[in-house]
C-alpha cells in the first residue's frame, strides 16, 4: 500500500482544509479567569457573531464578506458581552466570539446571517477566518452543553474568556473538549470503498467514519469502523491530515486504509450503500461528469481531499 504523503518542502496536508487555517494565538498561559471582561476594555477588540448556528456578516459593496465586528457593534446587534469567549489574540488584535439573541431572519443589510457549513460550501470567508470560526463554534457549543457541573449537578460558571467553567457548588473544574473522529478511505489497488448515510445529500458517496472510543488506537478505530459499518478486513493504516469539524467540536482525523480482500458486507442499520469504486469512476465524480451523477464531497472537506490524493496517485 502506497501512503500518500506530500513533499516535506510543501504545505502541511491539513492546511489545505476548511476550517484548519486558524491563526490566533490563543495564549493559554496567559489567561485567568477574568479573561472576558478585560478583553472588553481593548479598544480594538473584535468579535464574531453566532447566533444559532450561523455567523453574522457584513456584505461589502464589491460582494466582500467581513465576519469581524467591534464591541459596539455586538451590543447593538443584541450580544451578551458577559459572556464573550475570549479567542486570542491575531497580529496585535483581540479576537472574541459572543453570541446574539437576533435570529437571522431579524438581521438587515448589509449584515446577514450564513450557516457554518455555507460559510466553506460557499467559500464565503477566507481560510483564516473560517479558522476562526472552528474554534468560535467549538467553544460555543461547549459551553453551552456543559452549564452544569456533571460531579454535583449544580450551576457551572464560565471563566477564562469561555476555556473553562467552574462549578458554583463544589468547585469543580471543566475544560472544553474534542470529540476524535477516525475518517478513512479503504483502498485496495486501484480501488477504493465509498458509501453513502441516508442523511447525505442526493447522489453524494464518501468515506467512512466514526468516533474514535476510548482506549482506542488512530488505527484500532480505523480497522473496527470499516469491520462495522462494511465488513472490511483492513491491514495498514496510513495517517494522511486532520481537519477541526465545528458540529459541535470534532477533530477529523483522515487515514488510507489497506484492505485485504474484495468481501464485503454493508450495515444498512449505519449506510444505505456502499461498493467499490475504480479510480476513472472517481475521477468522473470529483469532476461532475459521472454518467449517473454521482459524486463526492465538497471541495474543502477531508473526505474530499482523501479521494482527491488517492485518485491522482500514480
Known amino acids: 500500500m502506497r501512503f500518500y504523503l506530500y513533499d516535506l518542502q510543501q504545505i502541511e496536508a491539513s492546511q489545505r482544509l476548511s476550517f484548519s487555517g486558524n491563526r490566533i494565538d490563543t495564549a493559554s498561559e496567559k489567561r485567568n479567569i477574568n479573561a472576558s471582561a478585560e478583553a472588553l476594555q481593548h479598544d480594538n477588540a473584535q468579535t464574531l457573531l453566532l447566533s444559532s448556528g450561523h455567523v453574522f456578516i457584513k456584505q461589502g459593496q464589491n460582494g466582500s464578506a467581513n465576519c469581524w465586528f467591534s464591541i459596539e457593534e455586538a451590543r447593538a446587534l443584541n450580544c451578551d458581552t458577559k459572556s464573550a469567549i475570549v479567542l ?3 497580529e496585535q488584535q483581540t479576537r472574541m466570539a459572543m453570541v446574539s439573541s437576533l435570529k437571522p431572519e431579524e438581521l438587515f443589510a448589509p449584515i ?4 457554518y457549513r455555507s460559510a466553506f460550501t460557499q467559500q464565503i470567508l ?3 477566518d473560517l479558522g476562526a470560526l472552528a474554534e468560535a463554534a467549538a467553544l460555543d457549543s461547549w459551553n453551552r452543553s456543559h452549564r452544569f457541573c456533571s460531579r454535583c449537578g449544580a450551576a457551572t460558571r464560565m471563566v477564562s474568556g469561555g476555556f473553562k467553567r467552574v462549578c458554583r457548588h463544589c468547585n469543580g473544574e471543566h475544560f472544553p473538549r474534542t470529540d476524535p473522529v477516525a475518517i478513512m478511505l479503504p483502498v485496495r489497488g486501484d480501488r477504493c470503498i465509498l458509501a453513502r448515510s441516508p442523511h447525505f445529500a442526493e447522489n453524494v458517496y464518501s468515506c467512512l467514519a466514526g468516533f474514535i472510543e476510548p482506549g482506542e488506537t488512530i488505527e484500532t478505530a480505523v480497522r473496527r469502523e470499516s469491520k462495522e459499518e462494511m465488513g472490511l478486513e483492513i491491514g495498514r493504516v496510513g495517517y494522511h491530515a486532520s481537519q477541526p469539524w465545528p458540529f459541535p467540536y470534532s ?14 458486507t454493508i450495515d444498512r442499520d449505519e449506510l444505505e450503500d456502499g461498493r467499490w469504486f475504480d479510480k476513472q469512476e472517481v475521477k468522473m465524480m470529483l469532476s461532475g461528469n459521472h454518467p449517473q ?10 473526505a474530499s481531499h482523501l ?3 488517492w485518485a491522482q496517485s500514480i
Open 112 to 115: 446577514t446571517a450564513v450557516t
Open 126 to 128: 477566507s481560510h483564516e
Open 88 to 90: 486570542g489574540t491575531y
Open 293 to 302: 451523477g454521482l459524486t463526492c464531497p465538497s471541495t474543502g472537506a477531508i
Open 251 to 264: 477533530l477529523m482525523i483522515g487515514c488510507h486504509a489497506e484492505v485485504l480482500s474484495d468481501e464485503f
Open 307 to 309: 479521494i482527491q490524493i
